[in-house]
């Protein structure tokens, strides 16, 4: 079934580990993000990829870091995590150009950081 | 400043009513896209309605349609016909010109029998 796939569904994490979170999409789409989602505050972007090879800053970058080695997959790496960083994380994919490409949405990581 | 403003934390409504959702939005760009989602307590997010800035007629799909006024900078929903089904989360969201999308806060509907 063709989708957005995420892993782990949730994890709990020490302080100061590193942890990446996954994300692989079979739909070839161009474009993918990662948002985090706080109560009140909605869905904020932390980092996107319009394509392979490339990778952009969203609104709440600092903390992550991304890859895209591939159409396909585009981990999200906490370096050393910080109690902050409790969330649940979505991964999305888009087609790609155009304001008219919805966001296909991954099922979300549930990420408790003590 | 917030680009998309929905101003209802939570909202009731009766089985089989109207309800409408608020959400303006703020942009400079004359091409913008504006979609809705919706997000049950199951955690998912659902796409349900888009509206192009270009578009003259008012996005519909089933059940869902969107208010669209440009000049107000307003995208309302409207969910007809309220099923139990629709308690949920609801999120207004902008795509500009740079493929990202900005969310608005949401608002959280509860739908009563």
């Known amino acids: 079934i063709a989708g957005i796939t995420q892993a782990p569904t949730s994890q709990i994490l020490a302080a100061g580990r590193r942890m990446t979170l996954r994300c692989t999409q079979d739909?070839?789409?161009?474009?993918m993000y990662w948002y985090r989602q706080d109560l009140g505050l909605g869905l904020r972007l932390i980092h996107y990829s319009n394509t392979a090879g490339t990778t952009g800053k969203g609104e709440v970058p600092d903390g992550y870091s991304v890859s895209r080695a591939n159409t396909d997959d585009f981990p999200l790496t906490l370096a050393s995590a910080v109690p902050s960083q409790t969330s649940v994380y979505f991964c999305a994919s888009s087609g790609g150009g155009g304001t008219y490409n919805e966001q296909f949405f991954g099922p979300g990581t549930r990420l408790t950081v003590l | 400043a917030q680009k998309i403003t929905q101003t209802q934390p939570g909202m009731f409504v009766q089985e089989k009513e109207a309800v409408t959702l608020d959400c303006t939005y703020d942009t400079s760009d004359q091409s913008y896209g504006l979609f809705w989602y919706k997000q049950p307590s199951s955690g998912e997010m659902i796409f349900l309605i888009y509206?192009?800035?270009?578009?003259?007629q008012n996005a519909t799909e089933g059940r869902y349609s969107l208010n669209f006024q440009k000049a107000r900078k307003s995208a309302n929903l409207v969910i007809s016909a309220s099923q139990l089904g629709d308690s949920a989360m609801y999120f207004c969201a902008m795509r500009e010109n740079d493929y990202k999308l900005s969310f608005g806060a949401g608002t959280t509907v509860t739908v009563r029998a």
């Open positions: 739909m070839r789409h161009n474009a």
């Open positions: 509206q192009g800035s270009y578009d003259e």
